[in-house]
C-alpha cells in the first residue's frame, strides 16, 4: 500500500525500517477509505515516523503508548532540532503533527495493539439519573453529557451519600458555584440540580419539597425582545451560498430550513434521508423530547434539498442528510450549524443582532406572526411544548401593539 503513495522505493524502505513499520500499511488503507488526499496521507506518515523514531530514542514502545506519552512528544515538537525529512514547514506545524500521530494512536487503539485507556468512571447514581431521563423525558445525549458536570460535583460534594443533601446544603453549594461563573452557566447548573432532585425524590432518595431549596436565577422571561431578521435580510442571507460547489448547495439547503420552518440547529444536523417523504412533501422531526412531527416542506427548500442530495452530497453509506465536506466526511459537529449561519451573515454584509441558527428561528416565527399566523399554529411549527414559549413573539407584532396601546398621560400629576 506504501508504494501507491511514493515513488522512491528508498523512502518505502525506510518507513517500514522504523517501529511503526508493520502497521503503517494498514494505516494508509483506512485513511485511504476515510477520502485523505494523498498529500495527507505522506504527511501524516511523515508524522508517524517521526513520533516512532523519537519514541525509539527514548526506548518507548507502541504497545504502550498513551496520552502522557503523546503529550511529552507535542512538548519536543517546541523545541524539535531533529534531522531531516521532520524540519521544515511542510512537516513541522506542531498541530498538523500531532493531527497524523493522534490519529495513528487512535487506529492502534482500534486493532488492540494499544489497551484503550480507562474512561472517567461515572457514578452509579448518574448513570441511573441518565437513563431515568432518556426514559420519562426523551433528553438528548449532548444535554445529559452537559447535566453531568454539576450533578458529579455535587455528588463530590456530599462523598455520594445524599442522603446528606438538605435545603441548607443545596443553597450553599448552589450559591458557592454561582461565584465561579457566569449567570447562564449557573442557570444551566441550576435546571440540572433540580433534574436531579426531581429524580431522587420520584426514587424515594430525598423528600420532593427539597427541589424548592434551589435558589432561581434571576430572569425576567418577557423583559427582552426576541433576535430577528426583517424578511429580504433573510433572502439575501439564503441567497449568499453558492449553488455551484457542493458546499454552496448544503448550505442553502440547511438555510432555508432554518428559516422557513424555523428548525433548530439539531433537527437539521441529525436529519436523516428516511425522514423526507418526496411523495406526501413532508420532513420528520423529533425536537427536544424525541416526539417525532410531521411538518410541510416548503417548495423552494425542498427543490434545495434534492439539488444537494443529488448534485453535492458526498456518496457515502451514511443516512445523515448534510455531512462534513472536508476528510474525513462525516456527521456535521454540533457546532456546524451556527457556524453556517454566522458565515452567510458575513458574506450577506447583513448587520445582525446574534449569529446563530435560532436567530433564523426567531426570524421564521416573526414573518409567521406577521402573514396573519395565529398563535396555536406557530406553536405547532416550532414544536414549542407551552403556548407561553410561543407568547414571547407577539411583542415584535407593533402593528397590533399600537391599536391597543394606551396614551401616555403627559403633563397629569401623580
Request: glycine content about 6%; proline content about 5%; aromatic content about 8%.
Amino acid at each position: 500500500m506504501l508504494e501507491e503513495f511514493f515513488v522512491f522505493p528508498a523512502t518505502v524502505r525506510r518507513l517500514r525500517s522504523g517501529t511503526a513499520g508493520p502497521y503503517l500499511d494498514d494505516f494508509v488503507g483506512q485513511l485511504h477509505e476515510l477520502k485523505y488526499k494523498p498529500a495527507t496521507i505522506r504527511r501524516y506518515l511523515t508524522n508517524v515516523e517521526h513520533f516512532a523514531r523519537w519514541l525509539h530514542a527514548r526506548r518507548g514502545r507502541l504497545d504502550c503508548v498513551d496520552s502522557s506519552t503523546v503529550t511529552a512528544f507535542s512538548e519536543h515538537l517546541l523545541r524539535c532540532q531533529c534531522i531531516e525529512p521532520y524540519r521544515g514547514k511542510r512537516y513541522y506545524h506542531g498541530r498538523n503533527v500531532r493531527r497524523g500521530v493522534d490519529l495513528f494512536v487512535q487506529f492502534l487503539h482500534r486493532r488492540g495493539i494499544i489497551p484503550a485507556e480507562e474512561a472517567v468512571a461515572i457514578p452509579e447514581s448518574v448513570l441511573a439519573f441518565e437513563q431515568w431521563m432518556r426514559q420519562h423525558r426523551g433528553t438528548a445525549e449532548s444535554t445529559l453529557i452537559d447535566y453531568r458536570r454539576p450533578i458529579r460535583a455535587l455528588l463530590a460534594d456530599v462523598r455520594g451519600d445524599v442522603s446528606r443533601l438538605d435545603a441548607k446544603y443545596l443553597r450553599e453549594f448552589v450559591l458557592r458555584r454561582s461565584k465561579a461563573g457566569f449567570r447562564e452557566r449557573t442557570r444551566a447548573d441550576v435546571k440540572a440540580l433540580r433534574m436531579f432532585i426531581r429524580f431522587l425524590a420520584s426514587t424515594g432518595q430525598c423528600s420532593p419539597a427539597l427541589e424548592g431549596a434551589i435558589p432561581t436565577v434571576a430572569s425576567w422571561r418577557l423583559a427582552t425582545l426576541p433576535r430577528y431578521l426583517q424578511a429580504e435580510d433573510v433572502e439575501r442571507v439564503i441567497s449568499s451560498c453558492d449553488p455551484k460547489t457542493p458546499i454552496g448547495l448544503r448550505d442553502r439547503a440547511m438555510l432555508l430550513l432554518l428559516a422557513r420552518l424555523g428548525l433548530r440547529a439539531g433537527d437539521v444536523r441529525t436529519l436523516d434521508l428516511a425522514d423526507i417523504d418526496w411523495g406526501e412533501g413532508t420532513l420528520r422531526v423529533s425536537g427536544k423530547s424525541r416526539r417525532y412531527t410531521r411538518l410541510p416542506l416548503p417548495q423552494d427548500a425542498g427543490d434545495a434539498l434534492l439539488a444537494y442530495i443529488e448534485n453535492g452530497r458526498p456518496k457515502t453509506p451514511l443516512s445523515l442528510v448534510f455531512l462534513r465536506h472536508k476528510t474525513p466526511c462525516g456527521p456535521l459537529s454540533s457546532t456546524a450549524p451556527s457556524t453556517i449561519v454566522r458565515l452567510a451573515l458575513k458574506r450577506s454584509g447583513v448587520d445582525s443582532p446574534s449569529f446563530g441558527t435560532h436567530l433564523l428561528r426567531h426570524s421564521a416565527a416573526t414573518q409567521m406572526l406577521r402573514e396573519g399566523a395565529s398563535m396555536d399554529q406557530i406553536k405547532a411549527v416550532l414544536r414549542h411544548a407551552s403556548l407561553e414559549t410561543t407568547a414571547l413573539y407577539a411583542k415584535v407584532d407593533t402593528v397590533a401593539l399600537r391599536t391597543i396601546a394606551q396614551p401616555w398621560p403627559e403633563g397629569l400629576s401623580c
